[in-house]
């Protein structure tokens, strides 16, 4: 970004006292508060609908969250002389949620809860079906992961030398794999809730009803402040199973504290005490942190990237998972 941006903020209302580089953008010192000026490649359909929901979480449900900031036009969009398109957006200065506090930690998920709480309490609407807003069925996202996991299995096993990665690989394939087709059937066969949402793109199946996620919700997307918790970046958010949120927040955690068992009943009962969860929502999660993500990530990224080198690390990550295996399936055994 060249000096481009201070034409792009002078079509805003107020005045910025200071700009200094962020989190790959311009954080802004306004007349109002801290700003956030970002380029944007996305569609003006896919941001008015986080400007409407975003709207909604703050006003209703009192939810701090990132909302966007219309120029002197009332657009969303404001283009620069080159044309490069950026938004403006309201911003916080808290820092991200520390994984290594636990208190921190257990705050974090019953905020998540009240975020998933005030979800719920807006109505979906029909203008905002897209495609970046009604992504596919778990079950099926976690076949086609499934597959690529078995096309990497496949090339490894035609090898005649094998490095230790793929040694590591080979190894422990049956059992993961084993694991990633009981959870996407798992998944595939859970009943509808009541009350629920049907998905618009998933017509004639049997799902759980949807609201709206996050989609996009790790420990740096919850900001620390004196006073209460922020959520940033909306850009994946969209119509689906909440518990996908709640997953991929504790995942990173369990992952951090070795699958601690007691760390993770205790963010259950956080998130439950705002927003019960059912008996469904349970065997939703609990699929989830069955089926063997952080083993297809590293398949996955070694199928499709230079197989003649595998860093160290990614060696060292497979390892790690051996060791804490049988600490995560006594994890899964509290789930249900």
Same mark, same amino acid.
């Given at each position: 970004?060249?000096?481009?941006?201070?034409?792009?903020?002078?079509?805003?209302?107020?005045?910025?006292?200071?700009?200094?580089?962020?989190?790959?953008?311009?954080?802004?010192?306004?007349?109002?508060?801290?700003?956030?000026?970002?380029?944007? !490649? @996305?569609?003006? *359909?896919?941001? /008015? %609908? $986080?400007?409407? #929901?975003?709207?909604?979480?703050?006003?209703?449900?009192?939810?701090?969250?990132?909302?966007?900031?219309?120029?002197?036009?009332?657009?969303?969009?404001?283009?620069?002389?080159?044309?490069?398109?950026?938004?403006?957006?309201?911003?916080?200065?808290?820092?991200?949620?520390?994984?290594?506090?636990?208190?921190?930690?257990?705050?974090?998920?019953?905020?998540?809860?009240?975020?998933?709480?005030?979800?719920?309490?807006?109505?979906?609407?029909?203008?905002?079906?897209?495609?970046?807003?009604?992504?596919?069925?778990?079950?099926?996202?976690?076949?086609?992961?499934?597959?690529?996991?078995?096309?990497?299995?496949?090339?490894? !096993? @035609?090898?005649? *030398?094998?490095? /230790? %990665? $793929?040694?590591? #690989?080979?190894?422990?394939?049956?059992?993961?794999?084993?694991?990633?087709?009981?959870?996407?059937?798992?998944?595939?066969?859970?009943?509808?809730?009541?009350?629920?949402?049907?998905?618009?793109?998933?017509?004639?199946?049997?799902?759980?009803?949807?609201?709206?996620?996050?989609?996009?919700?790790?420990?740096?997307?919850?900001?620390?402040?004196?006073?209460?918790?922020?959520?940033?970046?909306?850009?994946?958010?969209?119509?689906?199973?909440?518990?996908?949120?709640?997953?991929?927040?504790?995942?990173?955690?369990?992952?951090?504290?070795?699958?601690?068992?007691?760390?993770?009943?205790?963010?259950?009962?956080?998130?439950? !005490?705002?927003?019960?969860?059912?008996? /469904?929502?349970?065997?939703?999660?609990?699929?989830?942190?069955?089926?063997?993500?952080?083993?297809?990530?590293?398949?996955?990224?070694?199928?499709?990237?230079?197989?003649?080198?595998?860093?160290?690390?990614?060696?060292?990550?497979?390892?790690?998972?051996?060791?804490?295996?049988?600490?995560?399936?006594?994890?899964?055994?509290?789930?249900?």
């Amino acid at each position: 970004m060249n000096d481009s941006y201070l034409e792009v903020l002078e079509q805003y209302d107020g005045e910025f006292a200071g700009v200094r580089r962020g989190r790959g953008a311009w954080i802004c010192e306004w007349s109002d508060g801290v700003k956030v000026l970002k380029e944007y !490649r @996305g569609t003006l *359909k896919r941001l /008015e %609908f $986080e400007e409407q #929901v975003l709207g909604q979480l703050r006003e209703n449900g009192g939810i701090q969250v990132d909302q966007y900031v219309r120029n002197r036009e009332g657009e969303l969009l404001t283009a620069a002389p080159d044309g490069t398109k950026y938004i403006l957006k309201d911003w916080f200065l808290n820092r991200e949620c520390s994984l290594k506090d636990s208190w921190e930690v257990l705050t974090a998920v019953s905020r998540i809860a009240g975020l998933h709480k005030a979800f719920r309490q807006i109505p979906w609407q029909e203008e905002w079906a897209m495609g970046s807003s009604l992504p596919p069925k778990l079950d099926e996202e976690m076949q086609r992961h499934s597959r690529e996991m078995k096309r990497a299995r496949n090339f490894i !096993r @035609g090898k005649r *030398k094998k490095n /230790e %990665f $793929e040694l590591c #690989v080979i190894k422990h394939f049956d059992d993961y794999y084993e694991q990633a087709l009981a959870a996407q059937s798992g998944l595939a066969q859970l009943a509808p809730q009541q009350p629920g949402l049907a998905h618009p793109g998933h017509a004639g199946h049997s799902q759980q009803p949807y609201f709206l996620c996050h989609g996009d919700l790790d420990q740096h997307h919850v900001l620390i402040g004196d006073q209460d918790m922020a959520f940033i970046e909306f850009n994946q958010m969209h119509l689906g199973q909440q518990m996908t949120d709640l997953y991929r927040f504790m995942r990173k955690v369990m992952e951090k504290y070795g699958w601690n068992e007691r760390l993770g009943a205790s963010m259950m009962e956080s998130y439950d !005490r705002v927003l019960p969860i059912s008996g /469904e929502d349970r065997k939703t999660l609990y699929c989830l942190f069955l089926y063997p993500e952080k083993y297809w990530k590293q398949l996955n990224y070694y199928f499709n990237a230079n197989k003649a080198w595998v860093p160290d690390k990614n060696v060292e990550k497979l390892k790690s998972m051996e060791e804490q295996e049988a600490a995560r399936k006594r994890f899964l055994a509290e789930i249900c």
